[in-house]
């Protein structure tokens, strides 16, 4: 261990010198992050260059890192070549292939589109590095690679198969990126090099694009600009600086002492983040880690860091193994910060409260945009009983909101990771368009459509299962024989959908097949839906834990337990280190600390809103589109509707 | 055929993953991804019964659940021992730390499941990286040291290599041994008595054939 906290330790020294140089543009320059990037020195080293067009400042940046880390020896700097190197054969020149290209020449030729032309022109003009690298380091080496330096091949997609689908895809993508283009030129936007940083205004047009995909290349900038990046950026000038400070400090004064427990279990995953991908590689003849591997370890650690409340949560590290591919270190911390606050709430927190919100929220949506894929899930009775003595609640309906079913433990990573490392890669990334897009439902949406597309393997694994569901719910059953029988399936059910998306190399399946069809009832789940879903689901699982800690103990402090409730309720819905991180404060714990506090005073001041929900809690969570097989009572409703917009002007003002 | 649910537990990056791969896929890589949440993998083996007249093996179907390691995903435990007949509890054998990491598990496991049929199996892995011979022993646990306490809690203890598989299938074979005189002891006290009503912790596949089922005729 002591070896690995070393080599952090040299990592940040080695780029301290240049980092500071890089504030100084980046801080004056908020509005171009171009200029940001070309002086480069925050960028993560060995970052793919299809997004990279100015390879020569890329290169540039390159020698000075060296220069200013190691003149020890050259064997160093032979590694870091290498880097170059293989960067090269990933880079944009490669992107869709050589043939592919020339196609695709002839493609914009055809039609005779002066802007695509030019930007062929361009692509080719600024990459001559490239392809003179490219000519030197022989294609057999990387061809089993993707673009982004993944394998090809895995357990479930043989290479031949993954050339066999590209060969469509790859034209395909250039096809899309076209239609960017002239979307782009449409708009009045500058291409900046085939490396736009500003996108249209919302529309329905935009949402359709994204949809279907952003150009690799443009993918970076796409994600910082729908996600808000900049504005985040902006108002913490210098903040990841202050962290990465901090991070020294601290590694420096924890050498000899026992390391933190995060920073411990940050450094067992560097290297196991992406082992299949070149850039995170380290050879044999390297001495030193891939940049790569240290710029993960930096943006974990100053996370963990900026937020303690998360720190580190195994799956955080392919969320920012993902960015640093697409992204520079700086940003792929902001983008992290965005995700574990806008778009997973809670999900990454110590106690996972928020990724079982989420599977609750998730097994609400299957009952009732997929009636069809409810029994599989479903649980086929109810277990131990729960309501112990006279039952004041009764929960019997929505007992699978607390107890989830065993599915969630696998779709539970479909959240934390954000589908990283179970969809290929490819797929992957178009669900990451949409979800910074059209915010965290989308992972809901794409949950749905996997769950739906996996139907027919479902049924043809375990048939009998629909039809027991049915049968027992007639409660003719033996219950010994049901549990055995039911564990059973449930396993054979999780087998299914656990290994399902990991074939689903075509991302087009999900979207042509269910996202863009307008009939298939799921699409009506929009952003409201799922906020509505998630403050039913935290509120009923806290009544139902509350209920048993009650009955549990035998205490009757409910007043207290309300408190407590709206607390661990409101630290779960505010997006509360976003905000923390506003305040340009040294002192990142006390900040969050002091924050803490503030907020219990609040919740104090939230106990109406307990009633609220607790009227809003109606037997059956009533989805606002479809009523069918809903229990709800309008008047209630109304008063409800009255309450919450109350509510929500109070809160307002609160805030 | 009968079927046991296995549920693996230890500190992160100990190779309860990597276990499971040598004993299933009979492979390893250096460095496996972190597991997120659970992963579920099944393998037969076959159970030579000496004490029965019968020549034929019995095939035993491992259900097994590979769990993350960090702490925090400790909330979620409870969804994988639940009915689990056997737990493998693994720490890293040069790493003292995951040892009472271990030992955590070990208590757990005894306070929240109370089934006196459960298996427990102590696993120290990494014995690749510990060759005495050689200078580059990184052991930090001491074989005795594991030994005694697995003793003391009356749990199976081994010392494997993911990496080389040393040792691997072995602790799936005398695992499943165990459970399989377990059920048979089971089986035998009750005889005369539906299979079904057997006791709960114990998985039979029920709806097989009379013919494929072993509870039918040989008692």
């Known amino acids: 261990?002591?070896?690995?906290?070393?080599?952090?330790?040299?990592?940040?020294?080695?780029?301290?010198?240049?980092?500071?140089?890089?504030?100084?543009?980046?801080?004056?320059?908020?509005?171009?992050?171009?200029?940001?990037?070309?002086?480069?020195?925050?960028?993560?080293?060995?970052?793919?260059?299809?997004?990279?067009?100015?390879?020569?400042?890329?290169?540039?940046?390159?020698?000075?890192?060296?220069?200013?880390?190691?003149?020890?020896?050259?064997?160093?700097?032979?590694?870091?070549?290498?880097?170059?190197?293989?960067?090269?054969?990933?880079?944009?020149?490669?992107?869709?292939?050589?043939?592919?290209?020339s196609r695709q020449m002839d493609d914009f030729e055809d039609n005779n589109d002066e802007d695509s032309q030019q930007n062929v022109d361009s692509d080719e003009g600024n990459t001559p590095t490239m392809s003179m690298l490219q000519n030197n380091c022989n294609g057999s080496e990387t061809e089993h690679l993707d673009r982004y330096g993944f394998k090809k091949q895995n357990n479930f997609i043989t290479v031949e198969e993954y050339n066999k689908w590209w060969k469509d895809y790859s034209q395909y993508c250039i096809r899309r990126k076209h239609k960017w283009k002239l979307l782009l030129a449409k708009s009045g936007l500058p291409m900046d090099n085939d490396s736009p940083n500003r996108f249209p205004s919302r529309s329905e047009k935009l949402k359709r694009y994204v949809r279907k995909g952003i150009p690799a290349e443009w993918r970076?900038?796409?994600w910082w600009y729908f996600a808000r990046g900049q504005e985040k950026l902006t108002k913490n000038k210098g903040l990841y600086d202050k962290l990465l400070q901090k991070m020294d400090d601290l590694l420096k004064k924890k050498k000899k002492k026992k390391p933190m427990q995060d920073l411990d279990i940050i450094e067992r995953d560097l290297n196991r983040t992406f082992p299949d991908n070149i850039h995170f590689q380290r050879e044999t003849f390297q001495l030193d880690e891939p940049p790569m591997i240290k710029s993960l370890r930096r943006v974990l650690v100053a996370f963990s860091l900026y937020n303690p409340k998360i720190g580190y949560c195994q799956s955080m590290n392919f969320l920012a193994g993902l960015l640093l591919l697409f992204m520079d270190e700086e940003k792929a911390f902001w983008m992290l910060v965005i995700i574990t606050s806008r778009y997973l709430p809670g999900v990454h927190n110590v106690n996972l409260e928020g990724v079982n919100v989420d599977q609750g929220v998730l097994m609400l949506c299957v009952k009732e945009y997929l009636p069809e894929i409810w029994p599989f899930i479903a649980p086929l009775h109810k277990r131990s009983p729960i309501n112990l003595g006279n039952s004041k609640y009764n929960f019997g309906k929505n007992e699978f909101l607390?107890?989830?079913?065993?599915?969630?433990?696998?779709?539970?990573?479909?959240?934390?990771?954000?589908?990283?490392?179970?969809?290929?890669?490819?797929?992957?990334?178009?669900?990451?368009?949409?979800?910074?897009?059209?915010?965290?439902?989308?992972?809901?949406?794409?949950?749905?459509?996997?769950?739906?597309?996996?139907?027919?393997?479902?049924?043809?694994?375990?048939?009998?299962?629909?039809?027991?569901?049915?049968?027992?719910?007639?409660?003719?059953?033996?219950?010994?024989?049901?549990?055995?029988?039911?564990?059973?399936?449930?396993?054979?059910?999780?087998?299914?959908?656990?290994?399902?998306?990991?074939?689903?190399?075509n991302p087009n399946d999900i979207f042509d097949k269910v996202i863009f069809k307008k009939r298939v009832a799921l699409n009506r789940l929009d952003q409201d839906e799922i906020d509505?879903?998630?403050?039913?689901?935290?509120?009923?699982?806290?009544?139902?834990?509350?209920?048993?800690?009650?009955?549990?103990?035998?205490?009757?402090?409910?007043?207290?337990?309300?408190?407590?409730?709206?607390?661990?309720?409101?630290?779960?819905?505010?997006?509360?280190?976003?905000?923390?991180?506003?305040?340009?404060?040294?002192?990142?714990?006390?900040?969050?600390s002091g924050a803490a506090s503030d907020m219990k005073v609040n919740s104090n001041n939230r106990i109406g809103n307990d009633l609220v929900n607790n009227a809003l809690s109606s037997e059956v969570y009533g989805f606002k589109k479809s009523l069918s097989g809903v229990h709800w009572n309008n008047s209630i409703k109304e008063k409800v509707r009255q309450m919450r917009k109350k509510r929500g002007k109070d809160d307002d003002v609160l805030l | 055929m009968f079927q046991f649910k296995l549920v693996l537990l230890g500190d992160s990056s100990v190779g309860k993953s990597s276990i499971v791969h040598r004993f299933v896929k009979d492979s390893f890589d250096d460095f496996r991804e972190s597991t997120i949440g659970a992963a579920f993998l099944s393998q037969t083996i076959k159970i030579r019964d000496t004490s029965?007249?019968?020549?034929?093996?019995?095939?035993?179907?491992?259900?097994?659940?590979?769990?993350?390691?960090?702490?925090?995903?400790?909330?979620?435990?409870p969804m994988y021992y639940r009915n689990a007949n056997a737990a493998l509890v693994?720490?890293?054998?040069?790493?003292?730390?995951?040892?009472?990491?271990?030992?955590?598990?070990?208590?757990?496991?005894?306070?929240?499941?109370?089934?006196?049929?459960?298996?427990?199996?102590?696993?120290?892995?990494?014995?690749?990286?510990?060759?005495?011979?050689?200078n580059g022993d990184k052991r930090a646990v001491m074989t005795d040291e594991a030994k005694v306490y697995a003793e003391e809690q009356d749990l199976l203890f081994y010392e494997v290599s993911a990496k080389t598989g040393q040792g691997v299938k072995d602790v799936f074979q005398s695992i499943g041994e165990k459970l399989y005189q377990i059920k048979k002891e089971e089986m035998l006290s009750k005889k005369g008595r539906q299979a079904a009503s057997a006791k709960d912790s114990v998985n039979v596949k029920l709806q097989r054939p009379s013919t494929n089922d072993p509870t039918s005729c040989c008692y």
Not at chain 1, 478 to 504: A, C, T, Y
Not at chain 1, 544 to 568: P, T
Not at chain 2, 90 to 107: G, H
């Open chain 1, 1 to 101: 261990m002591s070896v690995d906290i070393l080599r952090t330790t040299e990592g940040i020294e080695q780029h301290k010198p240049l980092m500071n140089e890089g504030i100084g543009v980046a801080a004056e320059q908020t509005e171009s992050t171009k200029v940001a990037r070309n002086s480069g020195p925050r960028k993560s080293p060995s970052a793919p260059n299809f997004h990279e067009k100015t390879y020569a400042g890329h290169s540039m940046s390159e020698p000075t890192l060296l220069r200013n880390c190691n003149g020890d020896n050259l064997l160093n700097l032979g590694d870091n070549l290498s880097f170059n190197d293989r960067d090269a054969n990933l880079s944009v020149i490669n992107l869709y292939d050589d043939e592919v290209i």
């Open chain 1, 220 to 222: 970076g900038n796409a």
């Open chain 1, 402 to 505: 607390y107890r989830l079913p065993p599915i969630t433990l696998c779709t539970a990573s479909w959240f934390m990771s954000c589908f990283v490392g179970v969809l290929p890669i490819e797929t992957t990334l178009r669900v990451w368009d949409c979800l910074f897009y059209e915010e965290s439902h989308f992972l809901f949406k794409a949950s749905l459509a996997i769950l739906k597309l996996s139907e027919q393997t479902l049924l043809k694994n375990r048939p009998q299962r629909v039809l027991r569901h049915y049968s027992l719910s007639n409660g003719n059953y033996h219950s010994k024989d049901l549990r055995i029988n039911q564990d059973e399936s449930e396993m054979e059910v999780f087998q299914v959908i656990q290994s399902f998306p990991k074939h689903l190399i």
């Open chain 1, 532 to 592: 509505r879903c998630r403050k039913y689901v935290t509120t009923q699982r806290q009544r139902y834990k509350n209920y048993n800690e009650i009955v549990g103990s035998n205490l009757h402090h409910d007043d207290d337990e309300i408190n407590d409730s709206n607390a661990q309720k409101n630290d779960l819905l505010s997006n509360g280190p976003q905000d923390y991180g506003s305040i340009n404060n040294e002192n990142n714990e006390e900040q969050i």
């Open chain 2, 52 to 77: 029965s007249d019968s020549t034929e093996d019995t095939v035993i179907k491992f259900e097994i659940w590979d769990t993350a390691g960090q702490e925090r995903y400790k909330s979620l435990a």
């Open chain 2, 90 to 134: 693994v720490y890293d054998i040069t790493q003292q730390d995951s040892l009472s990491k271990a030992q955590n598990w070990v208590n757990e496991l005894k306070n929240k499941v109370g089934d006196e049929d459960l298996i427990i199996c102590l696993l120290g892995n990494k014995l690749d990286l510990c060759d005495s011979s050689d």
